[in-house]
T-cell receptor, first 111, second 115 residues
Framework: DQQVKQNSPSLSVQEGRISILNCDYT??????FLWYKKYPAEGPTFLIS?????DKNEDGRFTVFLNKSAKHLSLHIVPSQPGDSAVYFC??????????FGTGTSLTVIP | ETGVTQTPRHLVMGMTNKKSLKCEQH?????MYWYKQSAKKPLELMFV???????ENNSVPSRFSPECPNSSHLFLHLHTLQPEDSALYLC??????????????FGSGTQLSVL
């Protein structure tokens, strides 16, 4: 049972344009969400997070939006840069140490 | 550099071999994890250790055996693996406390191929 879903396995965007990566979740108990970025042959690195008391969190070029009623969050990258090309995972922790991850979206930013 | 170091980076082993994966965290965290990443699947949690005590074991086959001698080191002992066990094995750590807004810090992973 996949509680965090990323339905787009890949996304291509032109350099300078906006990248929007989507994530849906099913468990209404989730109250904190994270985005991780992963380059090939490296482990995932933390990118940005959002608490359910907010609907937006911004960090430089990266903004995460949370729509609790739709159980949906999205990561916006603007402007997109070639170095942003990576796999992006959304994740949510539950009780204890259980982090649930999506399957990832592979972003390619075309120069 | 995330503060979590995994060795080896790559490992090829036969089904009758015994090998171990090693993880060390330099972040002073009190929880360590093993995750498995297979192609086109979510990261799968295998084991969790809090303060050196195993708290999660997500129905992992006994051919995978974790060991946590202290809060900075974590091992995954492998024996008689199957080809379907080929995957990227990731170690992670976190600081578990009152707040649930914790984040995981991952190592670079061990890419395992079982022949």
């Amino acid at each position: 049972d996949q509680q965090v879903k990323q339905n787009s396995p890949s996304l291509s965007v032109q350099e300078g344009r906006i990248s929007i990566l989507n994530c849906d979740y099913t468990n209404s108990m989730f109250d904190y969400f994270l985005w991780y970025k992963k380059y090939p042959a490296e482990g995932p690195t933390f990118l940005i997070s959002i608490s359910s008391i907010k609907d937006k969190n911004e960090d430089g070029r990266f903004t995460v939006f949370l729509n609790k009623s739709a159980k949906h969050l999205s990561l916006h990258i603007v402007p997109s840069q070639p170095g942003d090309s990576a796999v992006y995972f959304c994740a949510a922790p539950l009780t204890g140490n259980q982090f649930y991850f999506g399957t990832g979206t592979s972003l390619t930013v075309i120069p | 550099e995330t503060g979590v170091t995994q060795t080896p980076r790559h490992l090829v082993m036969g089904m009758t071999n015994k090998k171990s994966l090693k993880c060390e965290q330099h972040l002073g965290h009190n929880a360590m994890y093993w995750y498995k990443q297979s192609a086109k699947k979510p990261l799968e949690l295998m084991f969790v250790y809090n303060f050196k005590e195993q708290t999660e074991n997500n129905s992992v086959p006994s051919r995978f055996s974790p060991e946590c001698p202290n809060s900075s080191h974590l091992f995954l002992h492998l024996h008689t693996l199957q080809p379907e066990d080929s995957a990227l094995y990731l170690c992670a750590s976190s600081q578990e406390g009152v707040s649930r807004n914790e984040k995981l810090f991952f190592g670079s992973g061990t890419q395992l191929s079982v022949l």
